[in-house]
């Protein structure tokens, strides 16, 4: 991955063993934690408005207490599933990766996701992570009933 030595998480049980683990976890989708860390402190900004938000937007790993009845592993899946689209927008898909990290969470961005500060990277997250993940996702959309994703969720299908 771009510039930045840290480990690779390869498989999806590394990230379950992780969050299980804790302290929380996040994951976020960008150029990475060079280009998000650089100089100052780290930033996001609204897409809408463009307003400086006090921290990076990450969608957390956290296992919910509501969900304590779904495995963890479908769990992690599910929650890297939520912003795989970030990969296509913007950027092209060779520009944007998900990593892991850990932080203070400090509030929340417009769209309800935490703003983390004292940013600590972990780790990359590999492609076949995110393969994976999606495999486990699609097979579960009867049990789930509708998801507002892209069309490889829907009836299974795989739309590359």
Known sequence: ?????LPT???????????EEGPPV????SRGPQTDLGEGSPVSRDGL??????????????????????????????????????????QGPD????????????????DNEPLVRDVRPVAWIADSVIAEAEEVVARQRGAWG?????????HGEDDG
């Not at 991955?1 to 030595?5: L, N, R, V, Y």
């Not at 944007?96 to 417009?110: F, S």
């Open 1 to 5: 991955m771009p510039g930045q030595t």
């Open 9 to 19: 998480y390869t498989a999806l049980h590394q990230l379950v063993e992780l969050i």
């Open 26 to 29: 996040f994951v976020r989708w």
């Open 49 to 90: 408005t463009g307003t400086k938000m006090p921290g990076l937007s990450a969608n957390p790993l956290v296992f919910e207490e509501w969900a304590k009845d779904l495995p963890t592993a479908l769990w992690v899946a599910r929650r890297l599933c939520d912003y795989i689209h970030l990969r296509e927008q913007d």
């Open 95 to 110: 520009d944007v990766h998900p990593w892991v990290l850990k932080g203070e969470e400090i509030g929340r961005g417009p």
């Open 146 to 154: 509708p998801l507002h994703r892209p069309t490889r969720y829907t």
